[in-house]
């Protein structure tokens, strides 16, 4: 279906008044912070507050974003995730009259016969999209996934302002260089527009995780997607946080799923699930009644790892646990640290020990006593800036952004379940025949079978 003049003429309109409004909230910003040093001083906090002001009445990519910073430790000071996190998605969903204009376009005018039911209000709403519940003509339920129009162009506009606002942190807080973080955002966000990729990151979970004993991946109806609309099966299942004040065993069995759904494809074939969001996951129950485990419901955000940044991983963690730093410093090295000092390293070990504490503690426990699970990781990401301020810079490899943003979710899941479990032991059990060659062989295979490479 093609765009007529006065579309692409309103299309202009609409991206040149987002830029201008994204520029002008961001940019005014980034000018108060620099006329007074905010970055610089100690009023952090109401930086961090002028920034989350700015960004307050977008919506669309940029939100996603900022809320995307704030689960990174590397990328902002504690003050600013803090305010960051408070920011809110609420990106109005697309009406029934332009639901049946966007799928008209995606799958055809007569896009309707193609299924026996559609709700045009939509079951859930996001930045880049919204999901409508239908039904085909065999029985089945299906998840129809949606992109918002011109979100293309919103990206673009939007990463460009983002990229302004990062240059002018890293003028004031020079210790963590920034530039390979907002390469990795802008990469991935990219992705996450592709929805013919997303079905391909569906398909490859399912491969990786198998029957579905804990962890359930919805199959992808390839008939019903395009690069813009994604089909999947509807997975029943309950919010993760109505089974908060279930039973331990109950809430174990669940942590102890996120914990598979998550080291699993990683240990095995260097991927991870990136976006931590508690709506990205549904419990399941069993013939009888009981949760059993977990749906996994969006493979937008899927970050594909290079084996030997898997290999550092592993290798850290062996570092740590013997107490070895020659191989910690090597791990750091393989990751793509360079210039380490002493004190570096030190700065560094603060938060390897943070990560991989619960790991490497041969004992049933929580992953952070006495920690809410929106401040979970923030008292250590402080002392890591404190220190780099003092003895860096330091330029942070990319792959670190969504290993650890995913890392900090999981560690907040664990938390607001309460889950008390061996990690060391799930730990080991998935890397006790951890291989390079057999990961790397591994990986090219699976990403080949559902064409990734």
């Not at 995730?81 to 009259?97: F, I, R």
């Not at 639901?99 to 559609?118: I, N, P, Q, S, Y």
């Not at 009888?288 to 955000?301: K, M, R, S, W």
């Not at 003895?391 to 999981?410: S, Y």
């Amino acid at each position: 279906m093609s765009d007529t003049p006065d579309t692409e003429r309103n299309r202009f309109a609409a991206r040149a008044s987002r830029y201008g409004r994204v520029g002008t909230n961001l940019g005014g910003a980034a000018l108060r912070m620099a006329g007074q040093r905010l970055f610089g001083a100690d009023d952090d906090r109401a930086a961090a507050a002028a920034l989350t002001a700015a960004l307050g009445n977008l919506k669309g990519p940029i939100m996603k974003v900022a809320q995307l910073l704030a689960t990174i430790p590397e990328a902002l000071p504690a003050e600013y995730a803090e305010e960051l996190s408070q920011l809110q998605s609420n990106a109005p969903p697309m009406g029934a009259a332009f639901v049946k204009r966007r799928m008209a376009a995606e799958l055809g005018a007569d896009w309707e016969k193609r299924f026996a039911a559609f709700d045009r209000t939509p079951a859930a709403a996001a930045s880049l999209g919204q999901v409508h519940r239908a039904r085909l003509h065999d029985g089945r339920d299906v998840a129809v996934k949606l992109q918002y129009p011109d979100m293309q162009s919103a990206v673009e506009a939007d990463l460009r302002q983002l990229d302004i606002a990062f240059s002018v942190h890293r003028r004031f807080r020079p210790a963590i260089d920034t530039r390979e973080i907002f390469k990795e955002i802008a990469d991935r966000i990219r992705e996450e527009l592709d929805y013919e990729r997303e079905a391909r990151h569906a398909r490859l979970y399912a491969q990786i995780l198998g029957s579905g004993d804990l962890v359930r991946v919805p199959g992808v109806h390839a008939d019903l997607s395009t690069r813009r609309l994604i089909t999947l099966d509807w997975l029943e299942g309950e919010k993760l946080l109505d089974f908060k004040t279930a039973g331990q065993d109950v809430r174990d069995r669940l942590a102890t799923a996120m914990f598979k759904a998550w080291w699993h494809p990683f240990a095995h074939v260097g991927i991870i699930h990136g976006d931590p969001h508690l709506g990205n996951y549904t419990a399941f129950r069993n013939a009888d009644g009981e949760p059993a485990g977990i749906n996994l419901l969006d493979y937008g955000c899927i970050r594909i790892f290079p084996p030997s940044f898997v290999l550092g991983v592993v290798e850290l963690y062996r570092g740590l646990k013997a107490g070895d730093m020659d191989r910690i410093v090597s791990a750091y090295e393989t990751w793509g640290f360079r210039g380490l000092t002493k004190d570096l390293i030190e700065a560094l070990n603060i938060w390897a020990r943070f990560i991989y504490g619960p790991l490497l503690d041969d004992r049933v426990r929580t992953v952070a006593d006495g920690v809410s699970p929106g401040s979970y990781g923030r008292a250590e990401a402080f002392r890591v800036h404190t220190a780099l301020k003092e003895k860096g810079p330091v330029t942070v490899p990319r792959e670190f952004v969504f290993m650890d943003r995913a890392a900090i979710g999981l560690g907040g899941v664990f938390l607001h379940l309460d889950a008390a479990l061996n990690f060391h032991r799930l730990f080991e059990a998935e890397i006790e025949d951890f291989d390079l060659s057999t990961l790397t062989m591994r990986q090219d295979e699976a990403l080949k079978a559902v064409g990734l490479r």
